[in-house]
């Protein structure tokens, strides 16, 4: 008996720590994006039904101190018939591949997701490297902080839901993969 009511709890334990956000599959390193054409992303959906309301921001800089550009949109991250998202690309500067999206809830306590860093630039022979090799921790992802142009706040691009929220988080996104944020 005692060996049934430990393997319960044991299987209790494990659904109590499993989870499965969203995880962004693009874009990503080596991704190059042209200003007024459509930039795009994909995840696979989370199946928790806790990312129900998914904010989707374009951000820059470095992985603990990520610089929100613009909110892109507000999505249902659960549904596995939409999974990818396009806008028109806005314009940026610098041309390098520093940019990259973050994926965020109010609701999932594993905090945010991130795509790989990639580029926005107005053609694919106008692109310059990123202006720092290394992260603050010494990790050799090179990243640098970019800007919409003639842009003075961020803004909302669009939304497919009518939840509005703002999300922000510090964490660890990556030149090749998505990571999760620990709250």
């Not at 319960?8 to 190059?32: M, R, W």
């Not at 995840?43 to 603990?64: A, E, R, S, V, Y």
Request: charged fraction near 10%.
């Amino acid at each position: 008996m005692f060996a049934a009511l430990a393997l319960t709890i044991l299987a209790s334990s494990a659904a109590l720590f499993a989870h499965a956000d969203p995880d962004p599959t693009n874009p990503g390193p080596g991704d190059v994006f042209i200003e007024g054409q459509a930039c795009s992303m994909s995840w696979n959906p989370d199946t928790t039904g806790m990312w129900k309301t998914m904010i989707i921001q374009l951000k820059t800089g470095d992985n603990f101190d990520m610089v929100n550009l613009t909110t892109v949109a507000t999505v249902d991250g659960t549904d596995a018939t939409k999974n990818s998202f396009s806008y028109p690309c806005p314009q940026v500067t610098p041309h390098s591949p520093i940019y990259f999206y973050q994926f965020s809830t109010p609701t999932s306590p594993n905090g945010s997701v991130w795509t790989g860093r990639f580029t926005i630039t107005d053609a694919v022979t106008d692109i310059v490297p990123a202006t720092e090799s290394t992260q603050p921790d010494g990790s050799a992802i090179p990243w640098g902080t970019g800007s919409l142009v003639n842009s003075t706040s961020t803004t909302t691009v669009g939304t497919t839901s009518p939840v509005s929220a703002t999300a922000s988080a510090i964490g660890t996104p990556s030149a090749t993969s998505s990571y999760y944020l620990e709250l």
